[in-house]
């Protein structure tokens, strides 16, 4: 068990909606990222947060955003969903704000399925 | 030409081999490069983690960097059927504030016959 935490585990739902995924970094941990992986696409990096600001943006869509509140927990909000989105979403956190290495700790994912 | 080149696999050895796993990557930005290992249904896993060319041992495992050739190995010695799984090699630029922009390879499906 990494000590982060992701809700819900899985999520099905029809194209065109939104959804939202959950993310509790590790005690102590003020840096989250999120990750997208398919079987076509591999992982995917989508966003870094450090303590509530945005650090760094990989393949993150416009549908995409996320956001990281004052109790260091993060959300990836997913819009007007198409079937293409269907994969294994992953949250990551890590102490942040220190030189590399800094060591990413991986959640155990939530798999949404769009049908 | 995908950024990160990565054998898929999957990769079938007995017990106690010595598993050689390899990515090659086009961008010479990348400082950072990484191993994982990702179990089925888990999230992944670092297993080493370098920043200069060369090797860096840490148990059975070894890294190594060649930045010159854009080409990064992963060894794995005495091989065991735990260490059966997908390992993922990863690099990464550093940006400002500490942010970092990672990407992967697709990953090498391992197996490990007793």
């Known amino acids: 068990d990494s000590g982060v935490t992701q809700t819900p585990k899985h999520l099905i739902t029809a194209t065109g909606q939104r959804v939202t995924l959950r993310c509790s970094p590790r005690?102590?941990?003020?840096?989250v990222y999120w990750y997208q992986q398919s079987l076509d696409q591999g992982l995917q990096f989508l966003i870094q947060?450090?303590?509530?600001?945005?650090?760094a943006k990989g393949n993150i869509l416009e549908r995409f955003s996320a956001q990281q509140f004052p109790d260091l927990h993060s959300e990836l909000n997913l819009s007007s969903l198409e079937l293409g989105d269907s994969a294994l979403y992953f949250c990551?956190?890590?102490?942040?704000?220190?030189?590399?290495?800094?060591?990413?700790?991986f959640g155990p994912g939530t798999r949404l399925t769009v049908l | 030409q995908k950024e990160v080149e990565q054998d898929p696999g999957p990769l079938s050895v007995p017990e106690g081999a010595i598993v050689s796993l390899n990515c090659t990557y086009s961008?010479?930005?990348?400082?950072?490069f990484m191993w994982y290992r990702q179990y089925s249904r888990k999230g992944p896993e670092l297993l080493m983690y370098?920043?200069?060319?060369g090797n860096k041992e840490d148990g059975r495992f070894t890294a190594q960097v060649d930045k010159s050739s854009k080409y990064i190995s992963l060894f794995i010695r005495d091989s065991q059927p735990s260490d059966s799984a997908t390992y993922l090699c990863?690099?990464?630029?550093?940006?400002?504030?500490?942010?970092?922009?990672?990407?992967f390879g697709p990953g090498t499906r391992l197996s490990v016959l007793p």
């Open positions: 990551a956190s890590s102490v942040g704000g220190v030189s590399p290495p800094d060591t990413q700790y």
């Open positions: 947060y450090y303590n509530g600001e945005e650090r």
């Open positions: 961008n010479s930005a990348f400082q950072y």
């Open positions: 370098t920043y200069s060319s």
């Open positions: 990863a690099m990464s630029t550093l940006g400002g504030n500490y942010g970092q922009n990672f990407v």
């Open positions: 005690s102590g941990d003020l840096s």
